[in-house]
């Protein structure tokens, strides 16, 4: 069964730290971008960050840009998601996805997210 799986969220507090992993089974992530985004309760779904298959570029969105970093284990079949200073703002359920590349706006696996709180 091709399966992604988030973990790693929690409670934290305002400037805390989190690392948010997405792990793969059924598949090698390897050929694949991975983007991880999140949404807030009566928010729209924002796209937070990407990496790429091909060169390991990555993309943030400008909101996170300098907090966190996107990084991939090809060897562990997972991709994390390093989440620095968190903010209030931070707070929402983060997603990982599988992607043909990260300019793509096809979406090929989701996970079921894994929840972030950041207190004030």
């Known amino acids: 069964q091709v399966q992604l799986v988030e973990s790693g969220g929690g409670l934290v507090q305002s400037g805390g730290s989190l690392r948010l992993s997405c792990a793969a089974s059924?598949?090698?992530?390897?050929?694949?971008?991975i983007g991880w985004f999140r949404q807030a309760p009566g928010k729209e779904r924002e796209g937070v960050s990407c990496?790429?298959?091909?060169?390991?570029?990555?993309a943030y969105a400008a909101s996170v840009k300098g907090r966190f970093t996107i990084s991939r284990d090809n060897a562990k079949n997972t991709v994390y998601l390093q989440m620095n200073s968190l903010k209030p703002e931070d707070t929402a359920v983060y997603y990982c996805?599988?992607?043909?590349?990260?300019?793509?706006?096809?979406?090929?696996?989701w996970g079921q997210g894994t929840r972030v709180t950041v207190s004030s």
């Open positions: 996805a599988t992607k043909p590349y990260c300019g793509s706006s096809r979406f090929l696996s």
């Open positions: 059924g598949f090698t992530l390897d050929s694949y971008a």
């Open positions: 990496i790429s298959s091909s060169d390991g570029s990555t």
